[in-house]
């Protein structure tokens, strides 16, 4: 009965998307800049990111290169996008 009680609860994280968010919780500035990297056309080096902020089926953070910030989000299927902030 245990077992059972334990694989339904193994289950039910899985799916409720949990460890994903552990992902991201763990994830380092490193792996926010590189993907970042692609949407705002800066390499990763000159990418400082900021105000990390983690959901359950989305993440966002700030984004800032040369000068210019940029609003960034990953959603649930890893697709990230980056819009810049208004002047």
Known sequence: MIKKLALIVLLSIVLS????????????????????????GCSYEEIQISNIKEGRMLGKWEATCKGQKFFCSMALNHAVTCTPALK
Request: with cysteine; proline share 4%.
């Open 17 to 40: 998307g949990c460890l994903e968010a552990i992902w991201k919780a763990t994830a380092t500035t490193e792996e926010y800049q590189r993907v970042t990297e692609p949407a705002i």
